[in-house]
């Protein structure tokens, strides 16, 4: 079963750290999710306007933020507005995700996204408050117990918060 690990990074230089050691322990940029509130004002951005979702999604390409190459280096990376939750930058598998089915549960504000991602209602909560607060959730994709056991230790090691994991559900988009 695939599984999912997650941890908070306090600040964006930690967030960068994380990246960096998961890309160097071998993990795919398409493994790697994060997901941190987006505080740029709306001039540092050139927002696309268009819905993924009929929940109201939008998806904007990101221009002239200031995000370092670790984190250029993930896929899919971009501004995503959900409705009455907030501006968020997201790259990864969960870019894909929040902007698509996962969204329907933003009626529960970031905390119903997360949960709809397979993040436990009580994780997800903590989380929420978390990015608001200016953290970053990072998530990796892994395949194996070697995979979870290599992504928790590296967590460890950068000093992330609230580490855990969990199976992943199936979003289709």
Same mark, same amino acid.
């Not at 280096?73 to 790259?91: Q, R």
């Not at 905390?111 to 990072?138: D, F, N, Q, T, V």
């Given at each position: 079963?695939?599984?999912?690990?997650?941890?908070?990074?306090?600040?964006?230089?930690?967030?960068?750290?994380?990246?960096?050691?998961?890309?160097? +322990? /071998?993990?795919?940029?398409?493994?790697? =999710?994060?997901?941190?509130?987006?505080?740029?004002?709306?001039?540092?951005?050139?927002?696309?306007?268009?819905?993924? +979702?009929?929940?109201? +999604?939008?998806?904007?390409?990101?221009?002239?933020?200031?995000?370092?190459?670790?984190?250029?280096?993930?896929?899919?990376?971009?501004?995503?507005?959900?409705?009455?939750?907030?501006?968020?930058?997201?790259?990864?598998?969960?870019?894909? +995700?929040?902007?698509?089915?996962?969204?329907?549960?933003?009626?529960?504000?970031?905390? /119903? *996204?997360?949960?709809?991602?397979?993040?436990?209602?009580?994780?997800?909560?903590?989380?929420?408050?978390?990015?608001?607060?200016?953290?970053?959730?990072?998530?990796?994709?892994?395949?194996?117990?070697?995979?979870?056991?290599? *992504?928790?230790?590296?967590?460890?090691? *950068?000093?992330?918060?609230?580490?855990? =994991?969990? *199976?992943?559900?199936?979003? =289709?988009?």
């Amino acid at each position: 079963m695939n599984r999912a690990v997650f941890c908070i990074a306090p600040d964006m230089e930690q967030a960068e750290d994380i990246v960096s050691r998961l890309k160097t +322990a /071998g993990f795919s940029n398409n493994d790697i =999710s994060v997901l941190f509130a987006d505080k740029t004002s709306t001039k540092d951005f050139a927002h696309e306007k268009h819905t993924k +979702a009929p929940e109201g +999604a939008t998806i904007g390409g990101v221009a002239g933020i200031s995000i370092g190459a670790v984190l250029g280096w993930l896929a899919g990376i971009g501004s995503l507005a959900i409705p009455g939750v907030g501006p968020f930058i997201a790259a990864g598998p969960i870019m894909a +995700a929040l902007s698509g089915a996962a969204v329907g549960a933003a009626a529960g504000g970031l905390a /119903g *996204a997360l949960i709809g991602l397979g993040i436990p209602e009580y994780e997800a909560k903590r989380y929420e408050g978390k990015i608001h607060g200016g953290s970053a959730l990072i998530s990796v994709h892994a395949e194996n117990s070697d995979d979870i056991s290599r *992504a928790k230790d590296i967590f460890e090691q *950068a000093h992330a918060e609230d580490i855990s =994991s969990t *199976a992943e559900s199936d979003v =289709s988009v």
